[in-house]
């Protein structure tokens, strides 16, 4: 059971987390943030936090495992307006305040384009954003946070037992999620005053935690699979892959 007021006691956000929406179990905390976007019924900041999410979306339709009551698996609402050119630099603003959260308890992840949270080349996280436009104008995006925290080894399906890991197995301890929760959201409130300040400091910091500068990388889009280098990151987030020489951009958020 997450205590939402627990998280909300610990919230400096004017507007994150302001609502939090608790399910004790749900398919999708991304599709739930969707359906209510549908009927006008969340704001701006609004959270969709679940004990159990049982069909977890990843990206590239590749599915989500969280353990119920372990992981940490949330979305956050954002109906605010922002610049178009920023919009792509939202799910790296996520990974980011993923990375700033895990330092809090002495443990060093990376980064790999465009949102995946690593531990010595095994995933402790994941970032999942879709934006929706009408009219070239922004209205909605959703960011989906999934970080495993309390699964032990034998938790994880034996095909990720060799690629995941969580919080609790890097530092032995056990963590609260609300706390998690609440801690998170509070950076990405800082955060999200620096993206509208600074596009520059958001790509400067993201490649500094980036694992994989000038290195190979394999990676599928929109169902094909790419290989090339990876160069870095455009003024609107957009990963910049040197590809048989030429280089290439691809976009970090999907469109919804
Ligand atoms: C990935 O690594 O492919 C992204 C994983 C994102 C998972 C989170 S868990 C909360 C939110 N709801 C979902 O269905 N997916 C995201």
Excluded at 33 to 46: C, F, P, S, V, Y
Aim: proline share 3%; aromatic share 8%.
């Amino acid at each position: 059971m997450i205590y939402t007021q627990l998280i909300k006691t610990n919230l400096s956000s004017q507007y994150f987390g302001k609502q939090i929406i608790y399910y004790p179990e749900l398919e999708s905390t991304n599709e739930m943030a969707w359906e209510l976007l549908n009927i006008d019924n969340a704001d701006h900041g609004t959270l969709i936090i679940t004990d159990n999410q049982i069909k977890g979306k990843g990206r590239n339709n590749n599915s989500w495992f969280s353990s119920p009551n372990k992981g940490l698996t949330i979305s956050l609402i954002l109906k605010q307006e922002i610049h178009s050119d920023k919009v792509g630099l939202i799910p790296l603003v996520a990974g980011i305040c993923i990375i700033k959260l895990l330092e809090k308890f002495s443990v060093s992840p990376h980064l790999k384009w465009p949102n995946d949270i690593l531990i010595d080349e095994k995933k402790i996280a994941g970032v999942l954003c879709k934006s929706r436009w009408t009219k070239k104008k922004i209205r909605a995006i959703v960011v989906g946070f999934g970080m495993n925290v309390n699964e032990t080894k034998n938790d994880f399906p034996n095909k990720l037992r060799s690629c995941a890991t969580s919080l609790g197995i890097e530092t032995g301890n056990y963590h609260q999620l609300e706390n998690l929760t609440a801690i998170l959201i509070n950076i990405f409130g800082k955060y999200w005053v620096k993206l509208n300040e600074s596009s520059q400091e958001i790509i400067t910091e993201w490649i500094s935690l980036c694992g994989h500068l000038n290195q190979k990388v394999s990676f599928n889009y929109l169902n094909t699979q790419y290989d090339g280098i990876f160069k870095g990151i455009d003024n609107k987030g957009q990963a910049i892959i040197s590809i048989k020489g030429n280089d290439k951009i691809f976009p970090s958020i999907i469109l919804n």
